[in-house]
């Protein structure tokens, strides 16, 4: 084996390995989510239900994918109401379409008409999510606005193992391998994993509940913004700070509305949700209670911040620069304003 075993460990599975010759409590023990197939076309996956039994049984988070086989949009909102019959009493927060060869004349609409069927009974709490085989991504020349995520296959030499080959587009997980071994089953598997080019955790793919309407740096990110939010396309130069001084807000608000945890990481032409000033940002005075924000770096004089510094409460004891800079009580250094919370 030429390259390592990335962590966390994402596994797909269809009837292709039988639930009979899979030791799933072996099997949960290496990987942190399983994505079963529940569909071809509109044919049942015959081991669906066994897989989603066993690895339930071992508390291994579980999304669902179809592949896509219609050959016009309206085959394709018939397979997306197949998938939703056949998944409904789980529960699921992701479904994944996986979309491998052109059966439709027209790829782009015939997928479309599917994601929007399946919105439709899936409601707002769930994501949809697609596969896109990557020497057929052009081609397609699907919508990824769509999606709420995307996962692309890419081997390399193909020995199980991730060996640094990579997609050619952007993603959100990477299958690296059809040919992973794992302990408590005797064939081959598909194996993914995370990809470096977003700054969500598997949480984020695993969660019951969808924590928000997207991330600010999935591929596919939000395109409208509910109340008290608007919808910024991120353009070559953009930083978090730096949006957040042009709308008013702070940082920790942007990374909050965007689901981003502590993560800065935003990229060229996703869109971020950017909390308005009414919202998000009270007016900062001296006397203001302020918290020092953990993303925070240098002093307004350029020293560095004490990491004991971050996270505390202080008052505002003067302000300089229009109110830009607010020199903070007990500490006595100057801080930018982009890098304090105001408290009250």
């Known amino acids: ?28 023990k290496q990987i942190n989510l399983v994505i079963v197939r529940v569909q071809y076309g509109n044919i049942e996956d015959k081991e669906y239900k066994n897989h989603i039994a066993g690895f339930s049984k071992q508390g291994v988070p579980i999304a669902a994918y179809a592949y896509f086989a219609a050959t016009s949009e309206a085959d394709a909102k018939g397979e997306a109401q197949d998938f939703y019959k056949r998944t409904k009493s789980y529960g699921f927060s992701w479904y994944w ?11 782009r609409n015939a997928v479309a008409a599917y994601v ?56 959100d997980l990477h299958q690296f391998t059809d040919q992973g071994r794992l302990a408590g089953y005797a064939g081959n598997v598909d194996l993914s994993r995370l990809t470096l080019t977003h700054s969500r955790g598997l949480d984020f793919f695993s969660a019951a509940k969808k924590a928000t309407t997207a991330s600010a740096n999935s591929v596919a990110a939000p395109k409208t913004a509910a109340a008290g939010l608007t919808s910024h396309k991120i353009a070559a130069g953009d930083t978090l700070s730096a949006l957040a001084l042009r709308f008013g807000t702070t940082v920790e608000a942007i990374q909050k509305a965007n689901n981003m945890g502590s993560s800065t990481l935003i990229i060229v032409g996703n869109t971020l949700l950017i909390p308005t000033a009414s919202t998000s940002k009270k007016t900062l005075k001296v006397g203001s209670l302020v918290k020092v924000n953990q993303t925070a770096a240098k002093w307004a004089t350029g020293e560095a911040i004490p990491s004991w510094v971050k996270g505390k409460t202080y008052t505002v004891q003067k302000l300089r620069n229009n109110n830009e800079e607010a020199l903070l009580q007990d500490v006595l250094s100057w801080i930018s304003a982009k890098d304090i919370t105001v408290q009250d």
Not at 97 to 104: G, H
Not at 129 to 156: K, Q, S, V
């Open 97 to 107: 379409i996986d979309v491998e060869t052109a059966t439709a004349p027209n790829m």
């Open 116 to 171: 929007k069927e399946l919105r439709s009974l899936i409601g707002p709490d769930a994501h949809i999510g697609a596969y896109i085989a990557n020497h057929m991504y052009a081609a397609f020349n699907l919508n990824i606005e769509d999606f709420d995520a995307l996962w692309i296959p890419a081997y390399g030499v193909d020995d199980g193992t991730y060996n640094g080959t990579n997609p050619s587009y952007p993603c």
């Open 1 to 28: 084996m030429s390259g390592i075993i990335p962590n966390p460990l994402i596994l797909d599975v269809s009837e292709y390995q039988s639930s009979k010759a899979m030791n799933y409590e072996q099997l949960a």
